[in-house]
C-alpha cells in the first residue's frame, strides 16, 4: 500500500498540501493525516478524494510515535512521500518568552521531525520523497525570533545532510523555505512580539509555496525557496557578514 504521510495536516501549509496532492497523485492509495485535532482532520479527509486515515496524535509523544511504525508495519504500507510540516514560532525577546513554548518549539520543530524521519525511512522506496518544512528564518539568526530561527536553521541543515546521505538510494530530500505565508502560523508566532513589517511585504499565499515545493521535490531539488524578495534574502545572507545584516535588522525595527 502506497500511503503519504503528513504530519500538522490540519491547517496551513500540511493542510494546503494534502489538497494539493489530492488532485494530482494517482498512484497513492491512501494519505495519512497527522495532528493533535481529530475535528480538523476528520473535516479535511472527507474533502479529499483519496482514502485518508485520521491520526490524532501529538508527534511529540513517544507512545503515539511507537504506534505509528506498528501501523506502517501491519498494513505493509510504503512511505512515498512524508512531509513534515507540525512545528510553531513565537515572537518577541528570547528572555521573555515562555520558557516551555520555547523548549516545546525545539522539541516540536527538531526533535520530532528528527525521529518522524528517522523512524519512517525504512518504509521508504527508490523515488520516495521527503518534504521538510524550514523557514527563510533558517538562512541568519533572527533577533526576537532567537529560538525559531535556530530551530529551522537545523531542520535546513539536516535536510540536506539527510538528502545527501539518501540520494545514492534515490530517496530525495528537500527543504521548504518560504518567507512569511498567509496562514494561522503568525496568529500564534505574534502572540508576544511582531516580525518586522518590511517582512510582510514578502507575504504569499500558501498555495504557491506548496505548488513550487511539490515541484522542486518532483525535480529532486534539496531546496525550495518562493517568491523572488525571499530568494534575495537567502543570497544576501550568503554573501554579507551576519554581524552587519543583525546591525541593519536592528536599525530596521528602530525606524
Known sequence: MNVIVITGASSGMGMEFARQMDMAFSNVDEFWLIARSRDKLTQLAKEL?????????????????????????????????????AGYGIMGPFEKQDRKRALGMIRLNCEALTDMTYRLIPFMRRNSR??????????????????????????????????????????????????????PFLDIAEKDGSTLAIKKL?????????????????????VSVCSLPI???????????????????????NL
Open 49 to 85: 478524494v483519496h482514502r485518508a486515515r485520521v491520526l490524532a496524535m501529538d508527534v511529540t509523544e513517544e507512545q503515539g510515535m511507537d504506534k505509528l511504525e506498528e501501523t506502517l508495519r501491519e498494513q505493509g504500507a510504503v512511505v512515498r512521500i512524508l512531509i513534515n510540516c
Open 130 to 183: 521527503i518534504i521538510q518544512l524550514a523557514s527563510s528564518a533558517a538562512f541568519m539568526p533572527q533577533p526576537d525570533f532567537a529560538v525559531y530561527a535556530a530551530s529551522k536553521a537545523y531542520v535546513h541543515s539536516f535536510s540536506q545532510a539527510v538528502g545527501a546521505e539518501l540520494r545514492e538510494r534515490e530517496i530525495y530530500v528537500t527543504s521548504v523555505c518560504p518567507g512569511p505565508v498567509d496562514t
Open 202 to 222: 514578502a507575504m504569499v499565499g500558501p498555495e504557491r509555496v506548496v505548488d513550487l515545493a511539490l515541484r522542486d521535490s518532483y525535480y529532486r531539488r534539496p
Open 231 to 253: 530568494r534575495a534574502f537567502r543570497l544576501t545572507a550568503k554573501l554579507l557578514p551576519h554581524s552587519l545584516l543583525l546591525k541593519a535588522a536592528d536599525a530596521m525595527k
